[in-house]
């Protein structure tokens, strides 16, 4: 069900900030930046040599969003894991059915037009999971 690792997103302070860290330290290049309100963040997506794999950097919009809450808490560091699936809405029905709880039962839009879903991370070990369905042209 799992294609492969599609991002790990990391929570930052500074979107700005963050960019320079892994474009100067890693060699990533910045392949898409967007806002996405429903979700609360300001994100960049830097792809790896292989371009399959991106690693995803979270601004908060505001301290009261889910990653606000979380550089609050925790500071900056690994937010999520996004594994990419053929079909999310599937991948969803599946994995409901062993009991994981679904935080979206219906899939949402995400970076570069990807279609996805969370798991919550009390039902996998502590790590909050993101299934993305990746634009059909992509
Ligand atoms: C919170 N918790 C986490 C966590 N965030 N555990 C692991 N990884 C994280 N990132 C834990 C807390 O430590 C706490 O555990 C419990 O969850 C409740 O925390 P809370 O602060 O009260 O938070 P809630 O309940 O308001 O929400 C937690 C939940 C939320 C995971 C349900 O963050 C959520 O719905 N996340 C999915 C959406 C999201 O993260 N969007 C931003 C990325 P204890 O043990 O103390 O109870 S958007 C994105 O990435 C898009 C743009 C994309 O990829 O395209």
Known sequence: MLLRI???GIACRSLEA???RYTNVFGLTVVAE???EEQG???AMLATESGTSYVQLLEP?????TVGKFVERRGEGM???GYAVADVTEALAEIGATGVRL???????????????????ADLGGVLTELVQPRADS
Not at 61 to 65: A, E, Q
């Open 41 to 43: 963040v300001r994100e």
């Open 34 to 36: 967007e806002t996405n």
């Open 6 to 8: 599609d991002h790990v």
């Open 79 to 81: 937010h999520h894991v």
């Open 18 to 20: 963050a960019i320079e």
């Open 103 to 121: 935080i979206d039962s219906r899939p949402r839009h995400g970076s570069m037009g990807a279609s996805i879903a969370f798991l919550h991370p």
């Open 61 to 65: 919009l505001s301290p009261g969003t």
